[in-house]
């Protein structure tokens, strides 16, 4: 059974820093794509970064460039989002995605993890 189990999220001030974590089981995911996307109240589930296999490339949105960085490290199957200089617009739900596929100019995931609430206050 596939697995993604986030962890990291929390509340903290605008300007500070949280590292997000995604722990990835029941196959391997070594050999795709995998991602983080968010999900604000009140409106659509959103990309925000993804990785290449190798950890090599890294695409994100643009409203974070700069700003966040996604990683992975395979030996252990999982992938980090570094977030920094948090802005209150990057609250959100934020869901670990793995065996990304492109679609035009976003992803679609085959697996989404259950998510980690992330608060950026004043």
């Known amino acids: 059974q596939v697995q993604l189990v986030e962890s990291g999220g929390g509340l903290v001030q605008a300007g500070g820093s949280l590292r997000l974590s995604c722990a990835a089981s029941g196959r391997d995911f070594n050999r795709t794509l995998m991602g983080w996307f968010r999900q604000a109240p009140g409106k659509e589930r959103e990309f925000v970064a993804a990785?290449?296999?190798?950890?090599?490339?890294?695409s994100y949105v643009d409203s974070v460039k700069g700003r966040f960085t996604i990683s992975r490290d395979n030996d252990k199957n999982m992938v980090y989002l570094e977030m920094n200089n948090l802005k209150p617009g990057d609250t959100a739900v934020y869901y670990c995605?793995?065996?990304?596929?492109?679609?035009?100019?976003?992803?679609?995931?085959?697996?989404w993890g259950q998510g980690t609430q992330v608060t950026v206050s004043l």
């Open positions: 990785t290449s296999w190798s950890g090599r490339q890294a």
């Open positions: 995605a793995a065996d990304l596929r492109s679609t035009g100019n976003t992803y679609s995931p085959k697996y």
